[in-house]
């Protein structure tokens, strides 16, 4: 996994709620045995008419914005928990995703790829969207580190959570795996007193 | 202090706990499918590691399989190859494997259950969001994505943070003509799409108390529609009488031993839950979605809600034009395009049954596309045996083989752009049934009745003293 420690960049603003992730990547593109490529249908219904030429109104198919994060309104990423959704948004090039919600799964999904899921407030959210209005080049700077996002050149600026032991895998590009691995024998032990029905 | 019956289960299968509030879990069964698992095996590949418990992992075909022709090889090359990669990761790993043509084959909340491998007690996943479906038995189920389907594989764990605990009771008597798909669809239309985020539901009360373990399944299943981990229901003598005598349920003594234990699981009186909501039965009218999230449920008598009477005008307005209806309108009367009977919300056997009861001796409206899809090959079988698929048949339904086919259009199953499908799915979201499909949820039997009139109708005016008319 990539290491994350802060992140610049001018965001990409989708103003829709309750995303759900068969919007992110419908079902039928989901054939692949391989993580990569998703990027390509990421929004596939929103930014394609049905002859696959681009929909001029959405917004990943206008230049006048382009950026690594992905800012969208509540309720993030609900619906169906493929993973796919995350693969997708990292394959297109999104590096964090701002919400002032996220769905569980799809929160954990992204968690484990590298791609940072920053909650904030909703007035900041509101706030974020307006200032992106004004000025589509209105750059943004996530630290990880210190677990805040700020619109550069302006005062708005917010702390967000994020559990200690996520952010230390992200810091150093760790995953799971590497750690639950390096706990086999509690594991082991465990199933020796583990009693089943 | 008393503990939740979420609690009791998830104690039992804490290994450990990190730093930062996470737990490693460990998880006692390991359900796979086609389409979240080739990148799992990839991983472990690469890792150059085994799987650690392949005994605990069951994997079955259902999401990308055709519901015709099933003996024939797969069309679609993609699918096929997806297909085709489960079954190689499986025979080269050692796991037992329900591909497509064996005779337990179907959607894997389906099969988990009828075959006795889901058991109260237990902690299930899936890289499936449906895997809540399960929790119906007591067990502990929820979906995963597929980097925690390669940590299952690696380490028979998972790193979790324990989510909060929610309890939803249901007291009183359901009116005639109305499921639990009834009740799940009003719940989530009362506590949203997002309602339920960051806990675990236990459903109890009187109404609950009262369902078949099927119906019990359709009401788990649909827990992740509102954004929870997902949902549970204590077991008792239904859910015992359920597992005896399945194929992998316990035998003889082992059995009374099991059912002890069992028996124990439920939510102790003085046990806490971080959130109650408590509904009564008897305010549940037939349901049916009319947006394009599961939250944006009616009664079926019920006006569409108006911009002044929900909380995001602009979520409403963009739902409606996709679905092609008004604020403030009716649904009742609708044309209704297609019908679609399957998923694993509504395709098991009791399903099956209570729509061939009303269709029998009638026919479909002519210009509906009625499509049956049997959750599994048991269920199939079970129809055939009973004699529904002949009911059904003459009804003018279509019956096919098992799978996950309409619910989400993987495979050719799909409903055409612009067109009304009353379905028994669980996701109305836009394109799930195909691209501009539009999508209506509703009960089996509402769906059957639909089927018949060809419209949207309110499935307590065909029921007279009890019996269906
Ligand atoms: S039937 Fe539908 S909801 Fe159920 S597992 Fe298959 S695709 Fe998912």
Redesign the interface.
Do not use: F
């Given at each position: 996994m990539e290491k994350f420690k802060t992140l610049t960049s001018t965001v990409v603003p989708l103003a829709v709620q309750d995303v759900d992730t068969d919007q992110i990547i419908p079902a039928r593109f989901l054939k692949a045995t391989t993580r990569e490529g998703f990027g390509e249908n990421l929004f596939r219904d929103w930014r394609y008419d049905q002859e696959g030429n681009p929909k001029p109104d959405f917004v990943l198919n206008q230049n006048t914005y382009s950026g690594s994060i992905l800012v969208a309104e509540d309720n993030f990423g609900c619906g169906s928990s493929r993973e796919h959704a995350a693969w997708a948004l990292v394959d297109y090039g999104f590096r964090a995703v701002v919400s002032s919600f996220f769905a569980d799964i799809f929160k954990g999904n992204a968690l484990n790829n590298g791609l940072l899921p920053v909650q904030v407030s909703p007035e900041f959210l509101k706030a974020m969207f307006a200032e992106i209005n004004k000025d589509a080049n209105t750059p943004v700077t996530i630290n990880l580190e210190e677990q805040t996002i700020e619109i550069d050149g302006t005062d708005l600026k917010e702390n967000f959570e994020i559990s200690s032991y996520k952010k230390m895998c992200l810091l150093n590009g760790y995953d799971d795996i590497d750690f639950l691995l390096s706990n086999k024998d509690k594991i082991e032990a465990f199933e020796q007193s583990h009693q089943e029905f | 202090m008393g503990k939740t019956l979420f609690e009791k289960v998830w104690d039992?299968?804490v290994?450990?706990s990190?730093?930062?509030?996470?737990e490693?879990l460990?998880i006692?069964k390991h359900l796979i499918h086609e389409?979240?698992s080739?990148?799992a095996f990839?991983?472990i590949r690469k890792?150059g590691?085994d799987i650690f418990r392949k005994e605990r992992i069951v994997a079955t075909a259902d999401?990308?399989v055709p519901t015709k022709d099933q003996h024939l090889p797969i069309k679609?090359y993609?699918?096929r190859?997806?297909v085709d990669?489960l079954t190689q990761n499986c025979e080269e790993f050692g796991i037992e494997l329900f591909g497509l043509g064996h005779k337990y084959q179907g959607i894997v909340h389906v099969i988990g259950p009828e075959l006795g491998i889901t058991?109260?007690?237990?902690t299930i996943v899936c890289?499936?969001?449906h895997t809540s479906t399960h929790g119906a038995f007591g067990a502990i189920a929820f979906?995963?994505?597929?980097?925690?389907v390669?940590?299952v594989m690696?380490?028979?764990?998972l790193?979790v943070?324990r989510?909060k605990t929610m309890r939803i009771t249901i007291d009183g008597e359901l009116g005639k003509g109305i499921y639990s798909k009834d009740i799940i669809l009003y719940i989530i239309s009362k506590l949203s799409?997002?309602g339920g985020?960051?806990h675990f539901v236990e459903y109890a009360g009187s109404a609950i108390r009262s369902l078949s373990m099927e119906a019990r399944m359709t009401i788990c299943n649909m827990s992740?529609e509102m954004?929870a981990?997902g949902g549970m229901i204590a077991p008792d003598e239904t859910t015992f009488e359920y597992i005896k005598g399945r194929k992998h349920a316990?035998e003889g003594e082992?059995f009374d031993?099991?059912v002890a234990?069992?028996s124990s699981l439920y939510s102790d009186d003085d046990a806490v839950f971080d959130k109650e909501y408590t509904f009564s039965a008897e305010d549940i009218e037939p349901m049916i979605t009319y947006g394009t999230?599961p939250g944006m449920g009616i009664g079926v008598t019920q006006s569409i809600p108006t911009k002044d009477e929900v909380k995001?005008p602009?979520?409403l307005a963009?739902s409606l034009e996709y679905m092609g209806l008004q604020e403030g309108e009716k649904l009742l009367g609708r044309k209704i395009d297609h019908v679609f009977i399957g998923s694993c919300t509504n395709s098991r056997i009791e399903d099956l049954r209570i729509v061939a009861d009303y269709v029998k001796g009638k026919k479909k409206a002519p210009h509906i596309n009625a499509m049956i899809v049997p959750g599994s090959k048991q269920v199939e079988a079970q129809a055939i045996e009973e004699g529904l698929h002949e009911i059904l048949f003459d009804a003018g339904f279509e019956l096919r083989g098992p799978g996950c086919s309409a619910c989400?259009?993987?495979n050719e199953d799909k409903i055409p752009?612009g067109e009304y499908c009353v379905s028994t799915s669980n996701?109305n979201?836009?394109?799930?049934q195909g691209?501009?499909a539009r999508t209506m949820l509703v009960s089996p039997l509402t769906a059957a009745i639909i089927a018949v009139e060809g419209h949207v109708v309110d499935a307590r005016e065909f029921i007279n003293d009890g019996e269906l008319v």
């Open positions: - | 039992r299968h290994v450990d990190v730093e930062g509030g996470q490693i460990y006692d389409v979240t080739p990148q990839d991983g890792r590691i999401h990308n679609d993609l699918s190859l997806q990669t058991k109260p007690g237990m890289g499936d969001s979906g995963i994505g597929t980097s925690q390669e940590q690696a380490t028979q764990c790193l943070q989510p799409t997002s985020t960051g992740i954004g981990r316990p082992k031993k099991a234990y069992w999230n995001s602009a979520a963009k989400l259009g993987m752009k996701r979201y836009e394109g799930r691209p501009g």
